[in-house]
């Protein structure tokens, strides 16, 4: 998987990559991931790639010009399954989504920033707008880190056997059961009773209720459907 990540401040965005699951992902080159500066591709020498939005208000936008030039760069050098902007006003990223993109070869993703972005840049080049929450974040940047892990992690071989995406909460549409490790006793918690019986039958039908119980309370919306 290839992603190219357009955004204003390259810098806010490159740590998530840096350590961890996504750091080995790089290096053992299941992804490749590169940061565009979409300053290089702006109108003039001083760097101008947003103005004020036409019928006046608060905040610049960004302007097509410069990420059409980006973009357009990049998709003469390969195809791409889906060019993402990263915006508020979107369908909420959830665990499905993640599934999807994973399978993907190659994704832009574009990171708002200021007021958001020219409508004409949503219409013309992006083929799919994704939300992380009901929140609104400075930019795009820490959302697009957002995706990135969430998607990075379901690629075969990224997760050992051990840490299988498999059984990550939302997976079943279920919350995940607890867990415990040492001491099996901590002050006056212990750890249930079934987790050291070596009954794995009787273990995975307790974490299936606990699983099913907590979803239950934390987020009956998950079990609606
Ligand atoms: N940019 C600003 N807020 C955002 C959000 N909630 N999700 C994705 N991108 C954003």
């Not at 001083?46 to 004020?52: A, C, T």
Request: glycine share 6%; proline share 5%; with cysteine.
């Amino acid at each position: 998987m290839r992603i190219d990540i357009i955004t204003v401040s390259p810098e806010l965005i490159k740590s998530p990559f840096e350590f961890s699951i996504i750091k080995r992902a790089i290096d053992k080159n299941l992804v490749e991931v590169y940061f565009h500066d979409l300053r290089e591709y702006a109108l003039n020498e001083y760097g101008k790639i947003d103005d004020y939005q036409f019928g006046g208000g608060a905040g610049m936008v960004l302007m097509i010009e410069p990420i059409d030039k980006c973009i357009s760069k990049l998709k003469g050098e390969r195809t791409y399954d889906e060019i993402i902007y990263m915006t508020p006003d979107a369908p909420t990223l959830n665990q499905q989504t993640a599934n999807t993109l994973s399978l993907n070869e190659n994704m832009i993703i574009l990171c708002g920033h200021y007021k958001g972005v020219d409508q004409r840049v949503r219409e013309l080049l992006i083929t799919k707008e994704i939300s992380i929450g009901d929140y609104v974040l400075s930019g795009g940047e820490l959302g697009a880190a957002v995706l990135c892990d969430t998607i990075i992690r379901l690629i075969p071989g990224v997760l050992g056997d051990e840490t299988s995406a498999l059984t990550d909460s939302f997976q079943d549409d279920l919350l995940s059961p607890p867990v415990y490790t040492r001491p099996s006793e901590y002050n006056d918690l212990k750890v249930p009773k079934v987790l050291l019986s070596g009954n794995f039958p009787k273990i995975e039908e307790w974490r299936n209720e606990q699983a099913f119980e907590r979803t239950k309370k934390i987020r009956p919306d998950l079990l609606e459907d």
